[in-house]
């Protein structure tokens, strides 16, 4: 069975950096989307940036140039590498996956999902 954890999330200054980490088991496909999404209370679910099995990336326009995804060799771990972090970054981030052979950056299209991890970025 697939299973996504999360971890990273915390505080940081405006400006700051951090790095979140998606633990990936179970997902074996030939085709498969992995994303990061975040919600921030009273928003809607967004997606923030999203890999294929290929390698091939997308992202938000409003974290483009800031945020990058990654996976490890073994395609285990998913990462997010976030950078000059702003305070509306604030949110819980979700990990996500799904196999297909086509991924969007719409949190329906996903079907796998971590439990969350917080980061709080202050002025």
């Known amino acids: 069975q697939v299973s996504l954890v999360e971890s990273g999330g915390g505080s940081v200054q405006a400006g700051g950096s951090l790095t979140l980490s998606c633990g990936v088991s179970?997902?074996?496909?030939?085709?498969?989307?992995m994303g990061w999404f975040r919600q921030a209370p009273g928003k809607q679910r967004e997606g923030v940036a999203k890999v294929y099995t290929t390698g091939s990336t997308y992202y938000a326009d409003s974290v483009k140039g800031r945020f990058t995804i990654s996976q490890n060799n073994a395609k285990n771990t998913l990462y997010l590498r976030m950078n000059n972090l702003k305070p509306e970054d604030t949110a819980m981030y979700y990990c996500a996956a799904v196999r297909s052979t086509y991924c969007t950056l719409f949190a329906v299209g996903y079907t796998y999902w971590g439990q969350g991890t917080q980061v709080t970025v202050s002025s």
């Open positions: 179970g997902l074996i496909s030939s085709s498969y989307c």
